[in-house]
């Protein structure tokens, strides 16, 4: 058995990281939002740190519960997710701006949901 107040607080964090991910780049409404202005970079560079604290924090909960809990949530690719952490680690300077783009937009939002409901259900299973 794991320790389901790490894991929440794991998640907690992940919530918020990728909330704020959100806020921080609403006014972001295509790759080249990124690329044409110092503003539009410094958001690149925060969308990237967020990316690496989630992806960071996801390879934390798949430890701790060895790798039982994000199996039973199939519908997100928690392998992409942690991949994305050791790409911006690792290869930090060829980060595709377009790919950050598109992770924003297609792959944040249902992952922000998923996180919700496994908070949710992590509390059910307290009860």
Not at 14 to 26: A, H, R, V, Y
Not at 27 to 48: P, R
Request: overall charge negative; aromatic content about 8%; hydrophobic content about 45%.
């Amino acid at each position: 058995m794991y320790d389901k107040i790490l894991v929440q607080n794991s998640l907690l964090n992940i919530e918020n990281s990728l909330q704020e991910l959100l806020d921080w780049t609403c006014h972001i409404s295509t790759v080249d939002d990124f690329l044409t202005s110092s503003h539009g970079m410094m958001s690149l560079n925060a969308a990237c740190m967020k990316l690496f604290a989630v992806g960071e924090e996801v390879k934390n909960i798949d430890k701790r519960t060895e790798k039982t809990l994000l199996a039973l949530y199939p519908s997100i690719e928690w392998r992409e997710v942690m991949k994305m952490r050791d790409v911006i680690a690792h290869h930090y300077f060829d980060i595709d701006a377009e790919k950050i783009f598109t992770i924003l937009r297609v792959d944040v939002p249902p992952l922000l949901s998923m996180v919700k409901q496994i908070q949710k259900d992590l509390l059910k299973d307290k009860q």
